[in-house]
């Protein structure tokens, strides 16, 4: 099937995108290996080293070139207004719906971008850490509503991004365990002014009902990892049995997943689907989905994950 692009985007082939990028031997140092990629990648995802080579390199190209751009605008900006020159992170957004793989995307990027800009520090953070602990959604009965816009304590993400923009010398974001699936109480990443700044999460381009401002108010560059919406599915539930036989194989009964390894295996299917139907599904056609079209990048996503065609925001 192919995706009709909105009109404001430009789509490249996966071929075409290739060519846009700095050949691999004019590069400075290639720090990507087999080895970092393994360890780079998201539980269940797959990534290459030809999606390295093909997809990343041209997107942290482009990405550098807009972190120029943004470092001349601002000293421009600043020197026009009578003000201190001081440094402010280039922040860079990656949205997409559970299981698609921004988790990848987010940390192959700072992997990335951290070996082009040296002594530059790329930081990365995710909103998980911004949903209200499950004590909290079970009181207001959001339970069942995890992960959709009102289950986000999304004042303290926009006042977190606020700080970040402003160049606060000492910025935390919360900690949040997929193990126990919940918000670690008082324990939080800590960030001292990194030059860029990678935030990753389902809701980063959405609206917050009770703020004027968008998430998205905040990025310098913004990147929707796409897929149809059968895949995602697929993806979501092969995730799924992964996870149940990891949990099986470490024998940890603290783990989120123990539960449902102990019931039989179509059981715990037939749940992990219904899930996907009045959840995952719903949050992601109703409320992320309709913010692909914010994003500057949208990473097209076709079968096994691999990254078929990229769009890029004309204007």
Do not use: C
């Amino acid at each position: 099937m192919t995706t009709e692009v909105p009109i404001s985007y430009e789509r490249f082939t996966r071929d075409a995108w290739e060519q846009l990028t700095t050949p691999v031997s004019d590069r400075d140092l290639e720090q990507v290996t087999p080895r970092v990629l393994a360890n780079i990648k998201s539980f269940n995802d797959e990534i290459s080293m030809a999606d390295v080579t093909a997809v990343y390199a041209p997107l942290v190209d482009y990405i550098k070139l807009n972190v120029a751009q943004y470092a001349r605008k601002l000293s421009e900006q600043r020197l026009f207004l009578g003000q201190a020159q001081h440094a402010t992170p280039f922040v860079i957004g990656i949205a997409g719906s559970v299981a698609v793989g921004k988790s990848t995307t987010a940390r192959l990027l700072q992997y990335m971008l951290q070996a082009e800009f040296g002594d530059a520090t790329v930081a990365l953070t995710t909103t998980d850490g911004f949903l209200l602990s499950n004590a909290e959604l079970r009181a207001q009965g959001l339970f069942n509503r995890k992960g959709f816009p009102e289950s986000y304590d999304m004042r303290a993400l926009i006042d977190f991004l606020d700080d970040v923009k402003a160049g606060k010398p000492i910025v935390r974001s919360p900690k949040y365990s997929h193990e126990i699936s919940d918000v670690l109480a008082g324990e939080y990443d800590e960030f001292n002014r990194p030059e860029i700044f990678i935030v990753e999460g389902i809701n980063v381009l959405q609206a917050p009902s009770n703020s004027k401002a968008y998430v998205s108010d905040f990025f310098d560059l913004s990147i929707y990892v796409d897929a149809e919406t059968d895949l995602i599915e697929h993806w979501y539930l092969q995730r799924f049995n992964a996870l149940l036989d990891r949990t099986l194989a470490e024998q940890d009964p603290t783990n989120f997943f123990w539960s449902w390894t102990q019931i039989p295996r179509e059981k715990a299917e037939e749940i992990a689907r219904r899930v996907w139907r009045d959840v995952n599904l719903v949050n992601l056609n109703e409320y992320i989905l309709p913010t692909r079209e914010r994003a500057d990048i949208v990473l097209h996503k076709s079968v096994n994950h691999f990254i078929s065609e990229v769009w890029l925001r004309k204007f």
